[in-house]
Nanobody, 116 residues
Framework: QVQLVESGGGLVQPGGSLGLSCTAS????????MGWYRQAPGKQRELVAG???????TYADAVKGRFTITRDNAKNTMYLQMNSLKPEDTAVYYC??????????WGQGTQVTVSS
């Protein structure tokens, strides 16, 4: 059973940057396509960015050019670097496998708040 732990969220001003981390237990992390998701209040959870085991990436239109997803399979960790943050990026950010349905139990997520 893979367990996911997200970290790195916080409060940042518009235009600022944050880096998120997702650490997975177990040695099978490297086998899976993984993704970062977010859920804003009153909205459905959405895929923000995805990465294959080999490092190919995809991004939602809303974050293209501002967010960068990477992974370190040796450390069972995935990252999301978020630059030029906007108030509409405010949400709880989660990681999970990339695909429907996501394969693993959702973690608690990490809150990102963009506000002046």
């Amino acid at each position: 059973q893979v367990q996911l732990v997200e970290s790195g969220g916080g409060l940042v001003q518009p235009g600022g940057s944050l880096g998120l981390s997702c650490t997975a237990s177990g040695s099978i992390f490297s086998l899976y396509r993984m993704g970062w998701y977010r859920q804003a209040p009153g909205k459905q959870r959405e895929l923000v960015a995805g990465i294959t085991s080999g490092g190919l990436t995809t991004y939602a239109d809303a974050v293209k050019g501002r967010f960068t997803i990477t992974r370190d399979n040796a450390k069972n960790t995935m990252y999301l670097q978020m630059n030029s943050l906007k108030p509409e990026d405010t949400a709880v950010y989660y990681c999970n496998s990339w695909g429907q349905p996501p394969l693993f139990t959702w973690g608690q997520g990490t809150q990102v708040t963009v506000s002046s």
